[in-house]
């Protein structure tokens, strides 16, 4: 691979650098910066299951891209998300209520919930932003007169396409974040401007060559997915497709709609599960439970 450093928009990048035990505080330090800048600081946090299982048999199984605990119980789900999706806001909103029923307790309970923040990093903008150039965006409950209704529910969207500072325009540690994400597969060395200790672990736990063989087949098939999926929305956009019906390939063999016929899913499932792409990507690409890829793997 051409790159030094790793891609964070990929599923393998973005839990290597955020996902782990051995880089949790670079996690705390993007929490303390960009989601909770002018609140309480975060001392430390703890790595939480982040599959859900709804509450029988037929409840639809949720996996969150990380979720973590803080010490005063604060409940931080985190989504790097690559591509548009039609109900990306109603999938905030089903995400959130997991870690809402958890809290429930056992027998008397006054019912009093611990803070939840649902943190989005979108590699793309809402279409009712596009016009915009706000790059964060914070949304609470509000009652008519836009004053908080309920100040514990917090939705939080990074719309990456619209932050542009340059090098010499980082100014606070919450730009610097932001570049950072945006531009460490393209980066040679580290920015002078990103001196501070964290980023010197950033970088040091983003390079490439430091990761193992079975690392590196997974970075490798990760970057594979996203660039397809890339390739596929640019192609969809040139070609003035309408969104929810994007047509692509995958290694171009596979043919069908991302979303929509289950056939389409399926075969690109299959295709998927030949090239070696782990279980967890092609999830996220088609939509299939593990139940499902593995009846496919064993024919």
């Known amino acids: 691979m051409k790159e030094k450093y790793v891609n964070p928009f990929t599923d393998?990048?973005?839990k290597k650098l955020f996902g782990t035990e051995l880089n949790k505080d670079l996690l705390i330090d993007f929490l303390n910066q960009v989601v909770l800048p002018n609140r309480h600081?975060?001392?430390?946090?703890s790595y939480a299951k982040n599959e859900h299982i709804g509450n029988s048999k037929v409840d639809r199984k949720t996996v969150f891209d990380l979720y973590c605990i803080g010490t005063n119980g604060e409940r931080f789900i985190v989504e790097m998300q690559?591509?548009?999706q039609?109900?990306?806001?109603?999938?905030?909103?089903f995400y959130a209520s997991f870690p809402i029923q958890e809290q429930a307790k056992q027998g008397d309970w006054d019912f009093k919930l611990s803070?939840?923040?649902t943190v989005g990093i979108l590699d793309f903008v809402f279409k009712e932003d596009s016009d915009e150039k706000e790059v964060r965006h914070e949304v609470k409950l509000k009652d008519q007169n836009c004053r908080v209704f309920y100040d514990k529910l917090t939705f939080i969207y990074l719309e990456m396409p619209h932050f542009t500072k340059t090098e010499d325009e980082l100014e606070t540690t919450y730009d610097k974040w932001l570049y950072v994400l945006k531009h460490l597969p393209y980066l040679d060395n580290r920015p002078k401007a990103l001196q501070e200790k964290i980023f010197a672990r950033l970088f040091e736990a983003a390079e490439i060559a430091k990761f193992t063989a079975a690392e590196r087949d997974s970075y490798e098939a990760s970057v594979k997915y996203y660039r397809d999926?890339?390739?596929v929305i640019d192609t969809a956009i040139a070609e003035g497709k309408t969104e929810g019906r994007m047509i692509g390939l995958i290694e171009g063999k596979t043919e069908g709609l991302i979303?929509?016929?289950?056939e389409g899913k399926i075969e690109i499932a299959r295709n998927a599960i030949a090239e070696n792409i782990p279980i967890d990507i092609i999830i996220r690409l088609t939509g299939l439970t593990e139940e499902e890829l593995e009846k496919l793997e064993n024919e």
């Open 12 to 14: 393998f990048g973005f």
């Open 41 to 45: 600081k975060i001392a430390d946090l």
């Open 82 to 84: 690559k591509a548009k």
């Open 86 to 93: 039609n109900y990306f806001k109603d999938r905030s909103i």
């Open 115 to 117: 803070e939840i923040y």
């Open 229 to 231: 999926l890339k390739n």
């Open 259 to 262: 979303e929509g016929k289950i």
